[in-house]
């Protein structure tokens, strides 16, 4: 009988990812409706010790598989290694981040499990009738929200956005149990072969970890806006982000896109600069600390989810922006 929310906690170089913190702490949550356990799956080598961290966030159970052959993501050998976690300990949930490993691992899962996946998913609850995992997520371009639930086979299983979720506050007492797993590996199951790891040493930060957001929609003018906007992220030790309309338009690049087609985003400050706020955009940052927006319709949907709000020219109003809070922090300097 399947039993237990999995969490296959994600690491790169040793370090467990934060969208692997947000999975236990949601899963935390299904569980507790459940009724049942949570458990955290990690892979790799020499990282036994990310136990400790994923049992201080909610994990009541973690399975460590400890091997040299997941050093690097290599699709074939991590696919098995979750296969045989997931055939032996029959879960009846299992989460991924929707990140580019676990959107490559996820499906390759569900199909030799026979199971359904749920891809990119933003909400996860459980029915309080069924008792199924409903899995909410954009469709139809970020149009509507569709919930999807898996009747028929199990586990239930789901990628969800990085920055979605909320982790739970780190619990050194939080006493759990480790689980050592063996898998048997051969040569067979690295059907790729690794010469070269090249890292891109970007100096941006992912916005979804950013504590300060300085974010631009068509109000700005055009790509050269993007500019003004980054002189007030640098000063604010902030990273600059977008609306989908200036993605489309190819002034700024994917990766900064905040909404439900982008990118959920949870920072302590957001700026909303030339941001009408269509309900796709307010999806991915609505939970945002502080909002201020800036925009000349002060009929804008922006201003009904800003703490202050600010009518006017996105040009005129953000040198002085800029000028007051490079005075404000000479002040305090000076001090």
């Known amino acids: 009988m399947s039993k237990n929310v999995f969490i296959i906690a994600e690491q790169r170089d040793g370090e467990l990812q934060k969208v692997s913190t947000e999975l236990i702490g949601k899963g935390r949550q299904l569980a507790d409706d459940l009724g049942q356990e949570v458990y955290a799956v990690v892979l790799g080598e020499n990282i036994k010790n990310l136990a400790d961290i994923c049992i201080s966030h909610g ?26 976690i997931i055939k032996k300990y029959e879960p009846e949930i299992v989460l991924y981040g929707a990140s580019s490993i676990g959107r490559d691992l996820a499906p390759r899962l569900a199909a030799r499990i026979h199971t359904g996946l749920t891809a990119d998913c933003t909400g996860l609850d459980i029915d309080e009738e069924t008792k199924f995992l409903r899995m909410t997520r954009p469709a139809f371009g ?15 299983m789901a ?7 909320q982790a739970l506050d780190n619990d050194e007492n ?11 590996f051969t040569d067979a199951d690295m059907n790729v072969k690794i010469l070269e790891v090249a890292k891109d040493e970007k100096k941006k930060m992912d916005i979804t970890e950013a504590r300060v957001l300085v ?16 002189e007030l992220a640098d000063l604010m030790e902030g990273e600059v982000s977008s609306s989908r309309a200036t993605v489309d338009a190819g002034w700024i690049e994917k990766d900064r896109q905040v ?10 400050v957001y700026f909303a600069m030339g941001i009408s706020g269509a309900i796709q955009h307010l999806a991915g940052m609505e939970d945002s600390g502080l909002i201020i927006a ?27 922006l800029v000028e007051e809070y490079k005075k404000a922090k000479a002040r305090k300097e000076s001090i």
């Open 174 to 184: 939080r006493k759990g149990e480790v689980i050592v797993e063996d898998i048997q």
């Open 259 to 268: 909404g439900q087609t982008g990118k959920t985003v949870r920072p302590d």
């Open 142 to 156: 970020g149009n509507l929200m569709a919930t999807i639930v898996c009747e028929d086979f199990r586990p239930q």
């Open 159 to 165: 990628t969800v956005r990085p920055g979605v979720m």
């Open 215 to 230: 974010s631009g929609g068509r109000g700005i003018g055009g790509p050269e806006g993007f500019e003004n906007l980054q």
């Open 59 to 84: 994990a009541d159970k973690v399975i460590v598989v400890d091997d040299p052959m997941l050093k690097e993501y290599v699709t074939e050998p991590y696919a098995k290694a979750v296969f045989e």
């Open 294 to 320: 800036i925009n000349k319709n002060d009929g804008a949907p922006i201003f009904e989810v800003a703490d202050l709000g600010i009518v006017g020219d996105i040009n005129k109003i953000l040198p002085k």
